[in-house]
């Protein structure tokens, strides 16, 4: 199985799993690390996902990927656990929640007529093929989605 094959086959087991708990499913991740790969799931709820919580999805889910075993042919470690604060937005509704916040964004291509290929700006708006965000000298900048290397939460720390 490719990577994408093995988030799905994981996504589609870990989804009712997690919607029975009244979690959110945030994001999964097949990675090689050194010498081991990685399955990672990442759920989160209102107020924050718990360590029971995480044990617990993981309890249910590692003997129904048990199941496909054979398929993903290389061992895994499985993972569950929170996105934390810096966790990437990629979902709509990652940008929904987030409208009106800061964002740290990091493109691929700088913006037009422009070198500029990191900022913060405020989410205004988002569609499927774009953000809207108001930058530091309050003007607006339409960015294309799959121009976007990274978003997240902007913090001061």
Known sequence: MTK?????????????II????LELVDIEYVKEGANYYLRVYADKEGGITIDDCVDVSRVLNPELDKYEKEFKEPYILEVSSPGLLRPLKKDKDFQRNLGKMLEI??????ENSRVKELEAELEAFDGNTITVILEDDTKTVIDRSNLALVRLAFEF
């Open 4 to 16: 994408k094959q093995i988030e799905a086959v994981c996504e589609e087991l870990v989804l009712p």
């Open 19 to 22: 919607e029975e708990r009244g």
């Open 106 to 111: 990091k493109l691929f291509r700088p913006l």
